[in-house]
């Protein structure tokens, strides 16, 4: 029988990683008023801030699964390695 392997700070680092994107998706507005006044043409800085703001529609949905999916890797990771440290405490008194 096969052996179950998972790379536990890969499920780590990915869930990080996804409350990162999920961090920097919600500052978008705060961060495209840095650039006023250095796109050249007002129109450039019209459509940065037009994209910014003008999809906050579907950014809670977003934002809610960017969370979640979070939260479940890094539940998993801190579940796997539980479950290996009460696996080998039996082998350890041996």
């Given at each position: 029988?096969?052996?179950?392997?998972?790379?536990?700070?890969?499920?780590?680092?990915?869930?990080?990683?996804?409350?990162?994107?999920r961090?920097?998706?919600?500052?978008?507005r705060?961060?495209?008023?840095?650039?006023?006044?250095?796109?050249?043409?007002?129109?450039?800085?019209?459509?940065?801030?037009?994209?910014?703001?003008?999809?906050?529609?579907?950014?809670?949905?977003?934002?809610?699964?960017?969370?979640?999916?979070?939260?479940?890797?890094?539940?998993?990771?801190?579940?796997?390695?539980?479950?290996?440290?009460?696996?080998?405490?039996?082998?350890?008194?041996?």
């Amino acid at each position: 029988m096969p052996d179950l392997a998972v790379d536990v700070d890969a499920l780590e680092t990915f869930g990080g990683q996804l409350d990162s994107i999920r961090t920097r998706m919600n500052a978008a507005r705060d961060w495209t008023h840095q650039y006023d006044g250095q796109m050249g043409a007002s129109q450039v800085e019209d459509a940065l801030h037009s994209f910014s703001s003008g999809w906050k529609d579907g950014r809670t949905e977003i934002d809610g699964s960017l969370q979640a999916l979070s939260e479940m890797l890094t539940n998993a990771a801190q579940n796997f390695r539980q479950a290996d440290a009460d696996l080998a405490k039996p082998l350890q008194k041996k």
